[in-house]
């Protein structure tokens, strides 16, 4: 079964708060996101692996560590994914941005995917699909589903609000998926919105209703 890591970290549960406020401007709220996504990343790459080489300081000639070639690929659901991207290609700036477009059908409400462009070497990379919410599961589910069947075997799951339910749905439809997030609020509401949560994140991304 994939594991749930809850990122409780001051900084992270700080910046949460008025990311949640409805008072929040866009232009805040995508500040927000975006720093927050760069402190989430920091905890879903702590595993990987370093290999030693040698360098010079101004001082003399010393051994240090670089990450070890691993191949990264940043996955954005879109719309609302693509507002998480920013924060970690700043740290990552070596990672492919791959992304995948999925909208719900309005009379089954099942995930249709319209959109999907990864980096060619998918298989070889450790992917990190980006969702700032995790809901009723169905769209992550669906991407991750996605990503597998072009090969893709190393997944993880990045989401800033969560719910039981979707956090469920990850880890039975995908029990290889590691998930990392920031809340894990109570309840969907009966039109599957996160309560609390923070509203619609594609909206107050890009300022559309």
């Known amino acids: 079964m994939g594991k749930v890591f809850l990122l409780n970290h001051p900084l992270i549960q700080h910046k949460l708060t008025y990311i949640r406020d409805k008072n929040t401007g866009t232009k805040e709220f995508r500040e927000l996101v975006d720093e927050v996504s760069a402190l989430m990343a920091y905890e879903i790459t702590r595993e990987l692996p370093l290999e030693e080489t ?35 290609i700043k740290l990552i700036p070596s990672a492919k941005v791959g992304h995948i477009g999925l909208y719900h059908d309005p009379e089954t409400l099942i995930p249709v995917e ?16 980006l969702d700032p919410m995790l809901a009723t599961g169905g769209s992550a589910a669906a991407a ?66």
Do not use: W
Request: glycine share 8%.
């Open 114 to 129: 319209y959109y999907v462009k990864l980096p060619t070497d998918v298989e070889e990379r450790e992917l990190i699909v």
């Open 144 to 209: 991750i589903t996605a990503l597998k069947k072009h090969n893709a075997k190393n997944i993880k799951l990045m989401c800033i609000c969560a719910v039981q339910d979707g956090i469920d749905v990850i880890q039975k439809e995908h029990p290889d998926v590691d998930l990392y997030l920031a809340a894990i609020d109570p309840i969907l509401n009966k039109k599957s919105y996160i309560e609390p949560g923070l509203g619609d994140a594609g909206d107050r991304l890009f300022g559309t209703k």
């Open 54 to 88: 040698t360098i010079e300081t101004p001082i003399c000639a010393t051994k240090s560590h670089v990450i070890s070639g691993k191949k990264l690929g940043i996955i954005p659901i879109m719309r609302a994914g693509l507002g998480m991207v920013e924060g970690i």
